[in-house]
């Protein structure tokens, strides 16, 4: 096993590998950017270094600082996380190159799986199905134009290199397809420095639903069921469960599903971890999607539901070690799900909310945990993705995981930032959520269904007290903490109030 | 001693008194009892109103010091000029209009980068542009105006 390992990340997933390492006895090494310096994951790491600048490219993105720090520290193996340099195959070729283990599946398959479109041409010969569409980048317009009209609108333009939505439109008509390619392209290179785009059928009212997969470097493969990640807001997850509400009720799905995902893995010789994402109907039909080839943010339902610890399971096969049980070991127990909680504004269009977290109380109790990269006093930066926390349930049933959930939004308190918090109050009490019909779109449509939110009279006297209150004692926040741009505030209210 | 407080614009009158309800447990955060239900209140203070969240609800409350005679509830731009201001510290990375343009409610002016995400700042009514105040590559601060219209 390892002595030492160096985290390529930020924010609460180098905090969650932290804690991995420390639950094995293994030393960990933080790097971290000039913003960054006083962040959650380097106070808890053994060591700290350095990368350089604010800007990912300077920090984060930046392979040869990264090697380097990993060479002075004594660090014997990299985990990427996820993002940043996490599927990046030259990443994980320059570890090896420089004597260093990339836990995580090999170059070769990062490679075979990172493309898109190589991906989908290696799912249609291993027999699964995929959404109908480009197999090149959509670089010429008149080639566009004549793909998109043969694939019939809506179409959905993906980046080659992409996750997490960067560089995703959808598109209705002919009119708007040149500029979305425009904006699609320059959102892809920005954020992937790779602005090729390709075009593919939407399917209409599905659910995403994606299967966790492991594999040794033995050829041992099998997978950890599926994980359902319909609620998107810009192709954002934002809630995540296992087991998903659609396969709960067809239970075969998730063998089948999951023997689809392992012929990915076996075609691309894949080890470590991965994640192969599928689209499916309500019909029974699903659709390959793309292979996540690392750790992802939604990990953690998983993990509360089969009992593993999957970043732990990560540093064991990346050290050489079988597979430690079979498939028929696997047992799925229970129902767990997961919000990802982040600094942005949902009474303000979910603009992104940077600041200084003036206090925060997490919650805790039975059955909750909380994978968090913040604390009071810190500042959250603008130049990475605004997630602050992962708030997770675990409970026997779906039902209670959901009340579960809503007693911890009861408890979980921030200030200074505006946060997604009350929004998943929402979400949670929605009838259509409780009843578990899911697809892609549903967070848009639950959106533009918004009521004003409760308010009673008790309410308003505690606000007006409050505030009294807060304005006779002076003030606890700083000057520089104060409201932002009033305007949006009063837009906001002035939604509230119509 | 009564306090006039203006809650989201309607007024409601306390008795300094009633303040004995509030405990600051935490920096901005109030846990009141009133009618015997527990309400934790979080408090951003601002001028002239403070932003506060009762839970998840969110109330701008103004209070008025009665030792002063200023009122001063906010302007709203209904008509005339119209500042449009980053509503979060960002990058300027696209700038969709220039000075002299008309435009349209609706219409996208600039779009701002904060945490990898694009923000398209849009017109609220019809206009026209008189003055834009970036430049592309600018890092700007929330509330800063980026476009002025009329």
Redesign the interface.
């Known amino acids: 096993m390892f002595r030492k390992v160096l985290i390529a990340n930020r924010g609460e997933i180098a905090v969650r590998i932290v804690r991995a390492l420390r639950d094995m006895d293994i030393a960990s090494v933080a790097v971290f950017s000039d913003v960054d310096r006083g962040a959650l994951h380097v106070r808890l790491a053994d060591e700290a270094e350095r990368l350089g600048a604010p800007p990912s490219a300077e920090s984060y993105l930046n392979i040869e600082r990264i090697l380097d720090a990993a060479k002075k520290h004594g660090a014997d193996a990299i985990h990427p996380g996820y993002g940043f340099l996490s599927e990046n195959a030259e990443f994980a070729a320059a570890c090896e190159g420089a004597g260093l283990t990339f836990i995580g599946p090999s170059p070769d398959s990062i490679r075979r799986l990172g493309s898109k479109t190589a991906a989908r041409t290696l799912a249609k010969r291993a027999n699964v199905p995929v959404v109908p569409g480009s197999e090149e980048p959509a670089t010429r317009l008149d080639h566009a134009r004549a793909l998109a009209k043969q694939l019939g609108y809506p179409v959905l333009l993906k980046a080659a290199a992409g996750g997490g939505g960067?560089g995703m439109r959808r598109v209705d008509a002919e009119a708007e397809l040149e500029s979305a390619i425009r904006?699609a392209s320059?959102?892809a290179e920005?954020?992937f420095h790779n602005g090729e785009v390709y075009i593919e059928k939407l399917v209409e009212l599905p659910r995403h639903i994606e299967i966790q997969i492991a594999g040794d470097r033995y050829g041992n493969l099998l997978h950890l069921g599926e994980r359902e990640c319909s609620l998107q807001r810009?192709h954002q997850k934002i809630v995540e469960e296992c087991p998903s509400p659609w396969i709960a009720l067809n239970p075969e799905m998730r063998a089948e599903m999951g023997e689809a995902a392992l012929r990915i893995a076996r075609a691309a010789s894949y080890s470590n971890l991965g994640t192969v994402e599928f689209l499916a109907d309500q019909y029974g039909n699903f659709y390959f999607l793309e292979v996540n080839t690392r750790l992802q943010v939604e990990h953690p339902v998983t993990e509360l539901v089969t009992g593993l610890d999957l970043v732990q399971l990560q540093l064991r096969i990346a050290a050489g070690e079988q597979l430690p049980f079979a498939q028929s070991d696997v047992r799925w127990n229970g129902w767990a799900m997961e919000c990802r909680v982040c600094?942005?504004?949902p009474?303000?269009?979910f603009?992104?909310?940077?600041g200084r977290i003036?206090?925060l109380?997490e919650p805790a109790g039975s059955g909750i945990r909380v994978d968090s990269g913040v604390y009071?006093g810190w500042t959250v930066p603008?130049?990475?993705?605004?997630l602050l926390a992962k708030l997770v349930a675990w409970a026997p049933d779906r039902t209670q995981v959901i009340q579960r959930l809503l007693r911890a939004l009861?408890e979980y308190?921030?200030?200074?930032v505006q946060t997604n918090?009350?929004f998943f109050?929402e979400i949670l009490n929605d009838a259509e959520f409780r009843a578990g019909r899911l697809y892609t779109a549903f967070l848009a449509d639950l959106i533009a269904r918004r009521k004003p939110?409760?308010?009673s009279p008790?309410?308003?006297?505690?606000?007006?007290?409050?505030?009294?209150?807060?304005?006779?004692?002076g003030?606890?926040?700083r000057a520089e903490?104060?409201?932002?741009?009033?305007?949006?505030?009063?837009?906001?209210?002035g939604r509230?109030?119509r | 001693m009564k306090?006039q407080?203006l809650?989201?614009?309607?007024a409601?009158e306390?008795d300094?008194a009633?303040?004995e309800?509030?405990a600051?447990v935490?920096?901005?955060?109030?846990s009141?009892l009133?009618?015997g239900?527990s309400?934790?209140?979080?408090?951003?203070?601002?001028?002239p109103e403070?932003?506060?969240?009762?839970?998840?609800?969110?109330?701008?409350?103004?209070?008025r010091?009665p030792r002063s005679t200023s009122s001063t509830s906010?302007a709203?731009?209904g008509t005339g000029r119209q500042?449009v201001?980053?509503?979060?510290?960002?990058k300027v990375?696209?700038i969709l209009v220039q000075k002299g343009d008309a435009v349209s409610a609706g219409q996208g002016l600039v779009v701002v980068?904060?945490?990898?995400?694009?923000?398209e700042m849009k017109a609220?009514r019809d206009g026209r542009v008189i003055e834009v105040r970036v430049q592309d590559g600018d890092t700007v601060s929330?509330?800063q105006t980026l476009v002025v219209l009329e």
């Open positions: 960067k904006d320059s959102e920005r954020a810009r600094a942005e504004d009474e303000n269009q603009f992104p909310s940077p003036a206090q109380r009071p603008l130049e990475y993705d605004p009861a308190s921030v200030v200074g918090l009350a109050a939110r409760e308010r008790e309410m308003e006297l505690a606000a007006a007290l409050g505030a009294a209150a807060a304005s006779s004692n003030s606890p926040v903490e104060k409201q932002d741009g009033s305007r949006w505030v009063l837009d906001g209210r509230l109030l | 306090l407080v809650v989201d614009g309607r409601i306390i300094r009633q303040l309800a509030a600051q935490e920096p901005g955060v109030f009141l009133v009618n239900h309400f934790e209140v979080r408090v951003l203070p601002g001028k403070a932003r506060v969240e009762v839970r998840g609800t969110r109330f701008a409350v103004e209070v010091d906010s709203r731009a500042n201001t980053a509503p979060m510290p960002g990375i696209r980068e904060a945490m990898k995400m694009q923000n609220a929330a509330g």
